[in-house]
């Protein structure tokens, strides 16, 4: 476990992340050299997607990216999820979002775990949110609801050519007027409960919004065996306290990577 000292998150922090659904981290998450390393790591893979393939749909880029483990399991980030979830530690997932200038997607409102239940139980996912561009509301910025926690709202199809995602929460009216904007400077970060109702306009500005969430779970947490099928997780700091299979970080999964793409932009 890490000394006390070194975890990121006081616990006024915490009571707000439990409380809220949401944190929002004003300060540099990685020094300044490591988080430029990181950028100029997503700048080449962004260089190398073919024309017809959207920037948003850089999903599980760690299944075949071992370099990204560098910043995945860096103490920098495990640092701020710890206080949340506790000191043994796997990686769930991570996806590259990338909204190109003027024609970005939108992010339909939706809760994570509407697309995760069939994956872990209990859903007990916190996502690091950390911006690699300003994130701002002209350039198409996430929206937070606050407190929506339950995590089982219907949700109906929307138009993937229109949206990042296929699906979107049967929302009332009234809920736009309690909606967060959650504007990032690059190296900030904002953490969210994967149960939160959130979502994000498009990007019809002349700036790029690009962002790397990296997800976690506490080990104690069971994936079920029907997600090892299409997922790996990994284990990230502490021990396995559910049996679950983790996948190898010094190991390239490109066939499972290859796979996912196939499937769609996931979540």
């Known amino acids: 476990m890490a000394e006390m000292s070194t975890l990121r998150l006081s616990a006024e922090q915490v009571n707000e992340y439990r409380s809220e659904g949401f944190l929002v981290y004003e300060e540099?998450?990685?020094?300044?050299?490591?988080?430029?390393?990181?950028k100029e790591h997503f700048e080449a893979e962004l260089a190398q997607l073919p024309e017809d393939v959207r920037p948003e749909s850089m999903d599980v880029p760690h299944f075949a990216d071992t370099k990204l483990f560098e910043w995945l399991f860096a103490d920098e980030v495990l640092d701020l999820v710890e206080p949340i979830i506790g000191p043994d530690i796997a990686l769930f997932s991570s996806h590259f979002i990338c909204?190109?200038?003027g024609n970005g997607k939108r992010v339909p409102w939706h809760e994570d775990s509407f697309y995760w239940s069939h994956m872990m139980s209990?859903?007990?996912?916190?996502?690091?949110?950390?911006?690699?561009?300003p994130s701002t509301r002209e350039n198409?910025?996430?929206?937070?609801?606050?407190r929506t926690l339950a995590g089982t709202s219907e949700h109906e199809q929307v138009d993937p050519d229109k949206n990042v995602l296929p699906w979107e929460v049967k929302r009332k009216p009234i809920d736009d007027g309690r909606a967060v904007l959650i504007e990032l400077q690059p190296n900030h970060a904002s953490l969210h409960d994967g149960r939160l109702l959130h979502g994000s306009p498009p990007n019809t500005s002349a700036m790029r919004r690009c962002g790397y969430t990296m997800r976690y779970?506490?080990?104690?947490?069971?994936?079920?065996?029907?997600?090892y099928a299409a997922h790996n997780i990994y284990l990230a700091r502490g021990k396995d306290l559910a049996g679950n299979q983790y996948g190898d970080p010094s190991k390239s999964y490109e066939e499972l990577a290859r796979y996912r793409r196939r499937q769609g932009n996931g979540h």
């Open 99 to 101: 909204k190109p200038k």
């Open 140 to 146: 198409g910025a996430m929206l937070v609801i606050p």
């Open 217 to 227: 779970m506490p080990s104690s947490v069971k994936m079920s065996q029907e997600a």
């Open 122 to 133: 209990p859903i007990q996912v916190v996502t690091v949110w950390l911006a690699i561009d």
């Open 28 to 38: 540099p998450v990685f020094p300044e050299k490591k988080f430029e390393a990181l």
